[in-house]
Protein backbone atom coordinates (compact mmCIF):
# COMPACT_ATOMS: atom_id res chain seq x y z
CA UNK A 1 0.00 0.00 0.00
CA UNK A 2 1.68 3.70 -1.13
CA UNK A 3 -1.25 5.95 -0.89
CA UNK A 4 0.27 9.16 -0.59
CA UNK A 5 -1.67 11.20 2.09
CA UNK A 6 -0.80 14.84 3.14
CA UNK A 7 -2.77 16.51 5.96
CA UNK A 8 -2.94 20.47 6.95
CA UNK A 9 0.80 20.68 5.54
CA UNK A 10 2.00 24.16 6.80
CA UNK A 11 5.61 25.69 6.27
CA UNK A 12 7.33 28.92 5.66
CA UNK A 13 10.60 30.84 6.81
CA UNK A 14 9.68 34.66 7.66
CA UNK A 15 6.96 33.69 4.98
CA UNK A 16 4.33 31.11 5.28
CA UNK A 17 5.24 29.24 1.82
CA UNK A 18 2.70 25.96 2.29
CA UNK A 19 -0.33 27.17 4.34
CA UNK A 20 -2.28 23.91 5.49
CA UNK A 21 -2.01 21.66 2.21
CA UNK A 22 -4.38 18.89 1.98
CA UNK A 23 -3.52 16.07 -0.88
CA UNK A 24 -4.03 12.65 -1.01
CA UNK A 25 -2.52 10.83 -3.96
CA UNK A 26 -4.02 7.13 -4.65
CA UNK A 27 -1.55 3.93 -4.80
CA UNK A 28 -0.75 3.63 -8.55
CA UNK A 29 -1.37 7.56 -9.39
CA UNK A 30 0.81 9.54 -11.44
CA UNK A 31 -0.04 13.30 -10.03
CA UNK A 32 1.39 16.11 -11.36
CA UNK A 33 2.09 19.68 -9.69
CA UNK A 34 2.35 22.56 -12.07
CA UNK A 35 2.81 26.59 -10.86
CA UNK A 36 5.33 29.47 -11.20
CA UNK A 37 8.64 29.81 -9.95
CA UNK A 38 9.21 30.07 -6.47
CA UNK A 39 6.00 29.16 -5.46
CA UNK A 40 6.95 26.05 -3.18
CA UNK A 41 6.54 23.43 -5.43
CA UNK A 42 10.38 21.94 -4.06
CA UNK A 43 9.74 22.83 -0.86
CA UNK A 44 6.42 19.97 -0.70
CA UNK A 45 8.95 17.49 -2.25
CA UNK A 46 11.30 18.09 0.12
CA UNK A 47 8.94 18.01 3.00
CA UNK A 48 7.17 14.60 1.79
CA UNK A 49 10.63 13.38 1.32
CA UNK A 50 11.55 14.40 5.12
CA UNK A 51 14.06 16.98 3.81
CA UNK A 52 12.50 19.83 5.48
CA UNK A 53 10.56 19.57 8.83
CA UNK A 54 7.02 20.84 8.76
CA UNK A 55 5.81 23.37 10.99
CA UNK A 56 2.29 21.78 11.16
CA UNK A 57 0.37 19.04 9.39
CA UNK A 58 1.33 14.94 8.94
CA UNK A 59 2.84 13.03 6.36
CA UNK A 60 1.17 9.55 5.81
CA UNK A 61 2.05 6.82 3.36
CA UNK A 62 0.06 3.39 3.11
CA UNK A 63 -1.58 4.77 6.53
CA UNK A 64 2.02 4.76 8.00
CA UNK A 65 2.99 8.49 9.54
CA UNK A 66 6.19 9.18 8.42
CA UNK A 67 6.09 13.03 9.17
CA UNK A 68 8.53 12.07 12.47
CA UNK A 69 10.57 9.88 10.60
CA UNK A 70 14.16 10.48 9.05
CA UNK A 71 14.25 10.12 5.01
CA UNK A 72 16.00 6.73 5.01
CA UNK A 73 13.25 5.28 6.98
CA UNK A 74 10.42 6.75 4.50
CA UNK A 75 10.88 4.32 1.73
CA UNK A 76 10.42 7.81 -0.66
CA UNK A 77 12.78 8.24 -3.64
CA UNK A 78 13.28 11.91 -5.17
CA UNK A 79 15.04 13.49 -8.21
CA UNK A 80 16.66 16.82 -7.50
CA UNK A 81 16.41 20.16 -9.63
CA UNK A 82 20.03 19.96 -8.92
CA UNK A 83 20.75 16.26 -9.60
CA UNK A 84 22.96 15.52 -6.53
CA UNK A 85 24.94 12.98 -8.33
CA UNK A 86 28.10 11.44 -6.38
CA UNK A 87 31.10 13.44 -8.81
CA UNK A 88 33.56 10.60 -7.78
CA UNK A 89 31.14 7.77 -8.87
CA UNK A 90 30.61 6.59 -12.44
CA UNK A 91 27.29 6.90 -14.06
CA UNK A 92 27.16 3.04 -13.64
CA UNK A 93 27.53 3.48 -9.71
CA UNK A 94 25.32 6.64 -9.82
CA UNK A 95 22.35 4.51 -11.12
CA UNK A 96 23.31 1.29 -8.84
CA UNK A 97 23.85 3.15 -5.75
CA UNK A 98 20.22 2.49 -4.53
CA UNK A 99 20.46 -1.19 -5.32
CA UNK A 100 23.86 -1.53 -3.79
CA UNK A 101 21.69 -0.23 -0.63
CA UNK A 102 19.43 -3.03 -0.55
CA UNK A 103 22.11 -5.47 -1.07
CA UNK A 104 20.66 -6.95 -4.31
CA UNK A 105 23.33 -9.76 -6.36
CA UNK A 106 25.24 -8.06 -8.60
CA UNK A 107 23.84 -9.69 -11.95
CA UNK A 108 20.65 -8.35 -10.88
CA UNK A 109 21.82 -4.99 -9.88
CA UNK A 110 23.78 -4.91 -13.54
CA UNK A 111 20.82 -5.62 -15.69
CA UNK A 112 18.32 -3.46 -13.94
CA UNK A 113 21.48 -0.34 -14.43
CA UNK A 114 21.49 -1.38 -17.92
CA UNK A 115 17.86 -1.26 -18.28
CA UNK A 116 17.05 1.64 -17.19
CA UNK A 117 19.97 3.43 -18.86
CA UNK A 118 18.59 2.17 -22.07
CA UNK A 119 15.02 3.22 -21.40
CA UNK A 120 17.01 7.08 -20.80
CA UNK A 121 18.99 6.41 -24.08
CA UNK A 122 22.74 7.07 -21.69
CA UNK A 123 24.08 3.05 -22.43
CA UNK A 124 26.93 4.73 -23.60
CA UNK A 125 27.92 6.59 -21.03
CA UNK A 126 27.98 4.17 -18.37
CA UNK A 127 31.67 4.53 -17.49
CA UNK A 128 31.94 8.64 -17.38
CA UNK A 129 31.66 10.38 -14.11
CA UNK A 130 29.13 13.15 -13.70
CA UNK A 131 32.03 15.54 -14.61
CA UNK A 132 32.45 13.95 -17.95
CA UNK A 133 28.65 14.17 -19.38
CA UNK A 134 26.37 16.93 -20.23
CA UNK A 135 23.76 18.28 -18.11
CA UNK A 136 21.00 17.06 -19.91
CA UNK A 137 22.62 13.33 -19.30
CA UNK A 138 23.54 14.61 -15.79
CA UNK A 139 19.81 14.96 -15.24
CA UNK A 140 18.61 11.08 -16.91
CA UNK A 141 21.51 9.69 -14.82
CA UNK A 142 19.86 11.23 -11.74
CA UNK A 143 16.30 9.80 -12.89
CA UNK A 144 17.71 6.53 -13.54
CA UNK A 145 19.19 6.26 -10.13
CA UNK A 146 15.78 7.39 -8.80
CA UNK A 147 14.04 4.81 -11.23
CA UNK A 148 15.66 2.10 -10.07
CA UNK A 149 14.79 2.87 -5.95
CA UNK A 150 11.57 0.63 -5.98
CA UNK A 151 9.84 2.93 -3.26
CA UNK A 152 6.55 3.12 -1.91
CA UNK A 153 5.90 7.03 -3.24
CA UNK A 154 8.49 8.93 -6.52
CA UNK A 155 8.82 12.39 -6.12
CA UNK A 156 10.37 13.85 -9.80
CA UNK A 157 11.18 17.28 -9.23
CA UNK A 158 11.41 18.81 -12.98
CA UNK A 159 13.18 15.28 -13.81
CA UNK A 160 13.30 16.22 -17.89
CA UNK A 161 13.32 19.53 -17.84
CA UNK A 162 16.65 20.41 -19.64
CA UNK A 163 16.16 17.95 -22.39
CA UNK A 164 16.11 18.26 -25.86
CA UNK A 165 12.06 19.00 -26.94
CA UNK A 166 12.92 15.16 -29.10
CA UNK A 167 14.20 13.31 -25.91
CA UNK A 168 11.62 14.85 -23.43
CA UNK A 169 8.77 13.48 -25.60
CA UNK A 170 9.71 10.39 -25.97
CA UNK A 171 10.13 10.36 -22.21
CA UNK A 172 7.09 11.50 -21.33
CA UNK A 173 5.69 8.36 -23.70
CA UNK A 174 7.93 6.23 -21.57
CA UNK A 175 6.44 7.74 -18.29
CA UNK A 176 2.70 7.18 -19.37
CA UNK A 177 4.03 2.94 -19.53
CA UNK A 178 6.71 2.38 -16.90
CA UNK A 179 5.20 -0.01 -14.66
CA UNK A 180 7.33 1.19 -11.92
CA UNK A 181 5.74 4.49 -11.92
CA UNK A 182 2.61 3.37 -12.19
CA UNK A 183 2.63 0.67 -9.67
CA UNK A 184 3.16 3.33 -6.55
CA UNK A 185 2.33 6.99 -6.04
CA UNK A 186 4.15 9.70 -7.56
CA UNK A 187 4.32 13.41 -7.34
CA UNK A 188 5.71 15.01 -10.42
CA UNK A 189 6.42 18.81 -10.69
CA UNK A 190 6.30 20.38 -13.76
CA UNK A 191 6.68 23.76 -15.37
CA UNK A 192 5.74 22.62 -19.31
CA UNK A 193 1.89 22.78 -19.09
CA UNK A 194 1.55 19.99 -21.89
CA UNK A 195 4.02 17.31 -19.90
CA UNK A 196 1.58 17.93 -17.14
CA UNK A 197 -1.40 17.39 -19.05
CA UNK A 198 -0.25 14.91 -20.21
CA UNK A 199 0.87 12.89 -17.70
CA UNK A 200 -1.51 13.89 -14.61
CA UNK A 201 -3.86 11.46 -14.05
CA UNK A 202 -4.68 14.20 -11.99
CA UNK A 203 -2.97 18.16 -11.98
CA UNK A 204 -2.75 20.46 -8.84
CA UNK A 205 -2.37 24.06 -9.79
CA UNK A 206 -0.28 25.84 -7.14
CA UNK A 207 -0.77 29.27 -6.38
CA UNK A 208 0.66 31.29 -3.32
CA UNK A 209 0.10 28.99 -0.03
CA UNK A 210 -1.49 25.48 -1.70
CA UNK A 211 -3.01 23.85 -4.16
CA UNK A 212 -5.44 26.10 -6.21
CA UNK A 213 -7.52 23.48 -7.79
CA UNK A 214 -6.99 19.57 -8.16
CA UNK A 215 -8.31 17.95 -11.25
CA UNK A 216 -7.97 15.93 -14.68
CA UNK A 217 -6.73 17.61 -17.29
CA UNK A 218 -9.67 18.21 -18.97
CA UNK A 219 -11.36 19.86 -15.59
CA UNK A 220 -8.08 21.99 -15.02
CA UNK A 221 -8.19 22.94 -19.22
CA UNK A 222 -11.83 23.53 -19.95
CA UNK A 223 -13.30 24.58 -15.99
CA UNK A 224 -10.39 26.56 -14.32
CA UNK A 225 -11.73 27.50 -11.03
CA UNK A 226 -9.41 30.83 -10.78
CA UNK A 227 -8.19 32.93 -13.48
CA UNK A 228 -4.72 31.78 -12.30
CA UNK A 229 -4.97 28.56 -13.49
CA UNK A 230 -6.80 29.56 -16.95
CA UNK A 231 -3.59 31.58 -17.41
CA UNK A 232 -1.00 28.95 -16.60
CA UNK A 233 -2.16 26.17 -18.94
CA UNK A 234 -2.65 26.73 -22.58
CA UNK A 235 0.13 27.26 -25.25
CA UNK A 236 -0.07 30.55 -26.29
CA UNK A 237 -1.71 32.11 -22.99
CA UNK A 238 -5.51 32.81 -22.77
CA UNK A 239 -6.60 36.26 -23.50
CA UNK A 240 -7.62 38.44 -20.23
CA UNK A 241 -9.66 41.43 -20.96
CA UNK A 242 -10.86 43.19 -18.31
CA UNK A 243 -14.63 44.27 -18.92
CA UNK A 244 -17.64 45.73 -17.64
CA UNK A 245 -21.18 43.47 -17.86
CA UNK A 246 -24.23 45.88 -19.10
CA UNK A 247 -27.83 45.01 -19.90
CA UNK A 248 -28.60 46.36 -23.55
CA UNK A 249 -32.23 45.82 -24.51
CA UNK A 250 -32.29 42.89 -22.61
CA UNK A 251 -29.41 40.78 -23.92
CA UNK A 252 -26.41 40.99 -21.88
CA UNK A 253 -22.92 42.19 -23.85
CA UNK A 254 -19.41 43.47 -22.41
CA UNK A 255 -17.65 46.16 -22.84
CA UNK A 256 -13.58 46.02 -23.17
CA UNK A 257 -12.05 48.27 -19.92
CA UNK A 258 -10.52 51.54 -21.59
CA UNK A 259 -11.42 50.42 -25.44
CA UNK A 260 -14.10 50.02 -28.06
CA UNK A 261 -14.65 46.34 -28.42
CA UNK A 262 -18.52 45.69 -26.95
CA UNK A 263 -19.27 41.75 -27.88
CA UNK A 264 -22.26 39.76 -26.66
CA UNK A 265 -22.68 37.43 -24.03
CA UNK A 266 -23.50 33.88 -25.47
CA UNK A 267 -26.85 31.99 -24.30
CA UNK A 268 -24.86 29.37 -21.94
CA UNK A 269 -23.47 31.99 -19.90
CA UNK A 270 -25.80 34.58 -19.70
CA UNK A 271 -27.99 32.69 -16.74
CA UNK A 272 -25.18 32.63 -14.55
CA UNK A 273 -24.38 36.74 -15.33
CA UNK A 274 -27.60 37.91 -15.32
CA UNK A 275 -27.19 38.69 -11.40
CA UNK A 276 -23.98 40.97 -12.20
CA UNK A 277 -25.01 43.26 -15.02
CA UNK A 278 -23.16 46.35 -14.40
CA UNK A 279 -20.14 44.91 -12.85
CA UNK A 280 -16.63 44.55 -14.09
CA UNK A 281 -15.60 41.46 -15.01
CA UNK A 282 -12.54 39.25 -16.46
CA UNK A 283 -12.98 38.07 -19.47
CA UNK A 284 -10.60 34.77 -20.60
CA UNK A 285 -10.73 33.87 -24.59
CA UNK A 286 -8.40 30.81 -25.21
CA UNK A 287 -6.63 31.18 -28.63
CA UNK A 288 -7.98 28.66 -30.38
CA UNK A 289 -11.34 30.08 -29.94
CA UNK A 290 -10.55 33.19 -31.47
CA UNK A 291 -10.62 32.13 -35.47
CA UNK A 292 -8.88 34.65 -38.04
CA UNK A 293 -10.73 35.20 -41.56
CA UNK A 294 -9.68 37.25 -44.44
CA UNK A 295 -11.37 39.50 -46.25
CA UNK A 296 -14.40 37.93 -48.59
CA UNK A 297 -13.52 34.55 -47.31
CA UNK A 298 -16.43 32.68 -45.77
CA UNK A 299 -16.32 30.68 -42.98
CA UNK A 300 -19.21 28.12 -41.36
CA UNK A 301 -17.15 28.70 -37.96
CA UNK A 302 -19.92 31.83 -37.82
CA UNK A 303 -23.62 29.90 -37.66
CA UNK A 304 -21.72 28.14 -34.25
CA UNK A 305 -22.42 31.10 -32.14
CA UNK A 306 -19.49 33.33 -33.00
CA UNK A 307 -19.60 36.53 -32.86
CA UNK A 308 -17.08 38.88 -35.81
CA UNK A 309 -15.23 41.57 -35.36
CA UNK A 310 -12.96 43.38 -37.77
CA UNK A 311 -8.87 43.61 -36.79
CA UNK A 312 -5.79 44.57 -37.82
CA UNK A 313 -2.84 42.05 -37.51
CA UNK A 314 0.19 43.39 -35.23
CA UNK A 315 1.89 40.37 -35.15
CA UNK A 316 2.25 37.06 -36.61
CA UNK A 317 4.36 34.16 -36.34
CA UNK A 318 4.86 31.24 -38.27
CA UNK A 319 5.62 28.08 -36.04
CA UNK A 320 5.27 25.10 -38.70
CA UNK A 321 2.67 22.61 -37.11
CA UNK A 322 0.82 26.14 -36.81
CA UNK A 323 0.74 30.42 -36.77
CA UNK A 324 0.31 32.34 -33.23
CA UNK A 325 -1.35 35.51 -34.76
CA UNK A 326 -1.93 39.18 -32.47
CA UNK A 327 -4.82 40.92 -34.14
CA UNK A 328 -5.85 44.34 -32.96
CA UNK A 329 -9.29 44.88 -32.23
CA UNK A 330 -11.51 47.29 -31.07
CA UNK A 331 -8.38 48.99 -29.00
CA UNK A 332 -7.98 45.45 -27.41
CA UNK A 333 -5.27 42.71 -28.61
CA UNK A 334 -6.12 39.10 -29.13
CA UNK A 335 -4.03 36.40 -29.27
CA UNK A 336 -5.47 33.45 -32.47
CA UNK A 337 -4.03 30.04 -33.00
CA UNK A 338 -3.87 29.96 -37.56
CA UNK A 339 -3.58 27.54 -39.71
CA UNK A 340 0.05 26.48 -41.03
CA UNK A 341 -1.06 27.08 -44.54
CA UNK A 342 -2.28 30.93 -43.80
CA UNK A 343 0.37 33.69 -43.55
CA UNK A 344 -0.46 36.93 -42.30
CA UNK A 345 1.01 40.19 -43.13
CA UNK A 346 1.67 42.68 -40.28
CA UNK A 347 -0.90 45.38 -40.83
CA UNK A 348 -3.24 43.40 -43.00
CA UNK A 349 -6.98 43.98 -42.13
CA UNK A 350 -8.45 40.74 -40.59
CA UNK A 351 -11.81 39.93 -39.24
CA UNK A 352 -12.32 37.30 -36.03
CA UNK A 353 -14.83 34.97 -35.79
CA UNK A 354 -14.68 34.96 -31.44
CA UNK A 355 -16.55 31.60 -30.05
CA UNK A 356 -18.30 33.39 -27.26
CA UNK A 357 -20.16 30.27 -25.62
CA UNK A 358 -16.73 28.61 -25.27
CA UNK A 359 -15.44 32.45 -23.29
CA UNK A 360 -14.36 31.97 -19.59
CA UNK A 361 -15.81 34.57 -17.28
CA UNK A 362 -13.92 35.33 -14.14
CA UNK A 363 -14.52 37.65 -11.04
CA UNK A 364 -12.93 40.81 -11.36
CA UNK A 365 -11.78 41.12 -7.88
CA UNK A 366 -11.60 37.23 -6.71
CA UNK A 367 -10.72 35.79 -9.85
CA UNK A 368 -13.17 32.70 -9.20
CA UNK A 369 -15.01 31.56 -12.02
CA UNK A 370 -17.97 32.85 -12.16
CA UNK A 371 -19.88 30.01 -14.07
CA UNK A 372 -18.26 27.32 -11.40
CA UNK A 373 -20.23 27.59 -8.32
N1 LIG B 1 15.75 26.76 3.14
C1 LIG B 1 15.04 27.86 2.81
N2 LIG B 1 15.10 28.98 3.55
C2 LIG B 1 14.35 30.08 3.25
N3 LIG B 1 13.51 30.15 2.21
C3 LIG B 1 13.41 29.07 1.42
C4 LIG B 1 14.15 27.87 1.67
N4 LIG B 1 13.81 26.96 0.72
C5 LIG B 1 12.93 27.55 -0.11
N5 LIG B 1 12.68 28.83 0.31
C6 LIG B 1 11.73 29.77 -0.31
O1 LIG B 1 10.47 29.15 -0.43
C7 LIG B 1 9.84 29.53 -1.64
C8 LIG B 1 9.45 28.31 -2.44
O2 LIG B 1 10.64 27.70 -2.94
P1 LIG B 1 10.60 26.38 -3.84
O3 LIG B 1 11.99 25.98 -4.11
O4 LIG B 1 9.71 25.40 -3.17
O5 LIG B 1 9.91 26.93 -5.16
P2 LIG B 1 9.55 26.14 -6.50
O6 LIG B 1 8.07 26.26 -6.67
O7 LIG B 1 10.15 24.80 -6.49
O8 LIG B 1 10.24 27.08 -7.61
P3 LIG B 1 11.01 26.67 -8.98
O9 LIG B 1 9.92 26.41 -9.97
O10 LIG B 1 11.77 27.91 -9.30
O11 LIG B 1 11.87 25.48 -8.71
C9 LIG B 1 10.80 30.47 -2.36
O12 LIG B 1 10.43 31.79 -2.11
C10 LIG B 1 12.14 30.13 -1.72
O13 LIG B 1 12.99 31.24 -1.76
MG1 LIG C 1 11.61 23.91 -7.61
Given at each position: MSRLEIEGLCKGWDFPVIDRLDLTVEEGEFFVIVGPSGIGKTTLLRLVAGLERPDAGRIKVGGRD????PPYRRKVAMTFESY???????VFENIASPLRARRLPKSRITETVVSVAQLLRI????????????GGQKQRTALGRTLVAQPDVFLLDE?????DAKIRHELRLQFHTLEELRKVATLYVTHDYAEALSLGDRIGVMGAGGLLQVGTAREIFQQPQHLFVAQHLGQPSINVVPAALSSVDGALQFAAEGAELKLPVAEPHGQALAGRSSERITVGIRPQHVKVIRDGEVT??????AAVVDATVAIYEALGANGILVAETGGVRLTALTAPDAVFQHGEAVRLALRNDAFLYFDAASGRNVMVA
Open positions: LTDLALYPHLTEQLLSRRPGEISPISHLTDTTGG
